[in-house]
């Protein structure tokens, strides 16, 4: 018997019995289905994450406080960056044309009978130009601001909506923590980015943050979460992170390990790449497991169903079928439920990854790599699984089993 009359008649086989070969596929489906979907989600969650830093432009710097080792392992932020550094790199550092600032705080929001907890940032007007925001309605925080302690907020674009509906904000009165501040300015959309909504965020002074908000908790001057830094060009990146960090040494007077962290774009984006590849690496290898379930079925079937068709077996091998002739034809079964399984489970995956993309933020990949891998696996687990079966089946003593006829 050739291949292709063994082929045929497996095909029959199945077809005969479309209820228990459906079910036998299944755990095929589900893991080709969740390997695929897996592996896309993963990449666009990759591809998000580099589209939100180079939003930021090429440019950006952070500087942050604490060493890379307190980073890591404490919950709690060092206190190790003050407004007075920012000043020394805005003035010192030549590679670098604007410093930001920034304290970062959540509190309680109210207008009206109308509140929230989100939030607040307190910032200098160089704020719009390093990190690419733009202001929709009013103005943005300005020097005299700064100056005076002013009291004065501008809010995003959602939390505005939230707060205010349909009517204008400019020129209104919010309270954050219980302080009235005037709203003058709302800012353009934004998005979210690495998780956060920055579009419900609100911006103060710096110094009226400091002051009158959070207070001043470190005894070398105005306690800052961290410094954003815009540098001259992409090529003067480097140039600015060396100088920024020989600047901040000789200010801090360090002389072992840094009590800060200069990232720049690429180094955090290598970051949440590494991270986001470990995750998806992670998440397809879980969904790997049911394809190996899947096999697990696929040879639980074939056993038994090598069990029902004894007589067949012996009726074959008496008119002169070879032990060759059962074992491939079992094996072709085996293959073409694994492969079916695995088309199939292409089809599921492909339009998982597409209703994903349509009701989310993600843009998830079709990986062609990932769905090669997954159908090759998938066909070569069936392939495996079924060998033990296929075995069994070519061994069966034809006098043996005529004897149940």
Known sequence: ?????????????????????????????IGNASVITMVGVGQGAQKLA??????????????????QEERRTSFNIPKTLVWEDAEAIATQVPTVVEVAPQI???????????????????TTPEFLTVRSFDVARGRFINNI???????????????????FGQNDPVGKQIRIKNSAFEVIGVMAAKGSFLGTNQDETVYIPLTTMANQIVGRTSPYGTEVSFISV??????SVRAAKFQIENLLRLRHKITDTDDFGVQTQKDILNIVGTITGALTFLLAAIAGISLIVGGIGVMNIMLVSVTERTQEIGLRKAVGAKKQDILV??????????AMGGIVGTVIGIS????????????????????????????????????????????LDPIVALRSI
């Not at 970062?104 to 307190?122: D, E, F, P, W």
């Not at 005076?148 to 909506?161: C, D, F, H, M, S």
């Not at 034809?329 to 293959?335: P, R």
């Open 50 to 67: 580099a589209e939100q830093f180079e939003s930021l432009g090429p440019n950006v710097l952070f500087v942050v406080p604490g060493s």
């Open 145 to 163: 601001d700064l100056q005076r302690n002013n009291r004065v907020v501008v809010l995003g674009p959602e939390i505005a909506q939230r707060l």
């Open 1 to 29: 018997m050739n291949v292709i009359e063994s082929l045929k008649m497996a095909s029959a086989t199945l077809v005969t019995n479309k209820l228990r070969s459906s079910l036998t596929m299944l755990g095929i489906v």
């Open 104 to 122: 970062n705080a959540n509190q309680l929001i109210t207008y009206r009978s109308r509140n929230t907890n989100k939030s607040v940032v307190g």
């Open 329 to 338: 034809q079992f094996l072709i079964e085996a293959t073409i439920l694994s």
């Open 230 to 235: 815009s540098a001259l060009n992409e090529n």
């Open 352 to 395: 998982a990854i597409l209703a994903v993309g349509a009701f989310s933020p993600l843009s998830p990949v079709i990986s062609p790599a990932a769905i090669i891998i997954a159908v090759s696996v998938s066909g070569g687990i069936g392939l495996f699984f079924g060998v033990f079966p296929a075995q069994r089946a070519a061994k």
